[in-house]
């Protein structure tokens, strides 16, 4: 695999495109996401919301876990959320690069791998072996939204060694994450972190970008909208936490876009309706395929849970893809 590493420097205001030349960016990025996550504040596209902004909610989550035992119904759920479904997903694309016909792309998201015992074993089961181009990862790869990541090494460093992408893994960050769980992961796994940043994978003379954004539900900054809005000319996959950033890249020439957070509802009604999607905006995005404009989308119900361990008229996924381009008449 040939690499290309381009990171950006904050040049300025919204209107002004990030320039690829600096590596001060990652520096940069660091001591931002630092200073929010010590905040506890929620920084997204429509304002900041202070610290303990959702204690309702959560109270609201402990209330329905305590009802759901009383009932009998917690472990019905549990069993539900241990049984990971292995989806696979054909996309067709005019413009993919005829050396990329039949790129492989495992995708995984919300892993929340030490959420409960089993649940990294699951997930390891169900992608060992995969024999695939490329690994994205999506976010929230622990269960806590705060606190230490340590013990999420071990699990992920084995379900790094069962999976041998030829162009290897990529990663951003989510809700869940906090920037020295990104740079562990990156360093001791050799998982490569995308924080508003983009890469190059090439083959021979052809070559797609990846463009990976910083989660924008809890961590936004106007860094999320340079990287994406950049008028690509590659064809352009992009990694998010969310799927609220589809129309700013789909504006910005992306192809298709990557994504999770929703946990597809985790606890839906039945048919698979979600109560709750954890977005602020592009609800309507909140599971499985779409599309807006001409950019492909994809929201992924992720591996994991969160809050209660149980999930209702609601899988969770580990997703591969195989892009092709679409035949000329
Ligand atoms: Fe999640």
Redesign the pocket.
């Known amino acids: 695999m040939e690499r290309t590493q381009e990171t950006y420097e904050d040049v300025g205001g919204p209107s002004q495109r990030l320039i690829p030349v600096s590596p001060a960016h990652r520096k940069l990025w660091a001591r931002r996401r630092k200073a929010m996550e010590a905040s506890g504040c929620r920084h997204s596209p429509i304002g900041v919301k202070p610290a303990g902004a959702n204690a309702a909610f959560e109270n609201a989550l402990s209330l329905f876990e305590v009802l759901l035992k009383s009932c009998g119904l917690y472990q019905v759920g549990h069993v539900i959320a241990r049984d990971i479904r292995v989806r696979q997903i054909d996309l067709q694309f005019d413009n993919l690069p005829e050396r990329f016909d039949g790129y492989t792309i495992l995708h995984l998201t919300?892993l929340?791998i030490d959420k409960f015992e089993g649940l990294d074993d699951a997930i390891i089961s169900a992608v060992a072996g995969a024999d695939v181009d490329l690994c994205v990862m999506t976010g929230?790869f622990r269960a806590a939204d705060d606190g230490p990541h340590e013990q999420i090494m071990p699990p992920m460093g084995q379900l790094v060694a069962a999976i041998q992408p030829q162009d290897g893994f990529y990663a951003v960050l989510?809700n869940?994450d906090d920037h020295q769980l990104g740079l562990a992961i990156e360093q001791q796994l050799g998982i490569r972190l995308l924080a508003n940043e983009s890469d190059i994978i090439r083959r021979g003379n052809s070559q797609i970008r990846l463009i990976g954004a910083d989660d924008v539900n809890r961590f936004y900054t106007a860094d999320a909208d340079r990287v994406l809005s950049g008028g690509h000319e590659d064809f352009t996959i992009a990694l998010v936490h969310s799927p609220e950033m589809a129309t700013e890249a789909a504006d910005g020439g992306c192809d298709l876009y990557l994504s999770?957070?929703t946990?597809g509802g985790q606890v839906c009604l039945p048919g698979g309706k979600p109560l709750v999607t954890h977005l602020n905006v592009n609800q309507h995005l909140a599971s499985g395929q779409w599309r807006v404009g001409k950019m492909q989308g994809y929201t992924s119900s992720?591996a994991g849970v969160?809050g209660p361990p149980v999930r209702f008229f609601s899988r969770g996924e580990v997703t591969f893809f195989r892009l092709t381009r679409r035949a000329r008449i």
């Open positions: 919300d929340h929230d989510g869940h999770g957070h946990h992720g969160s």
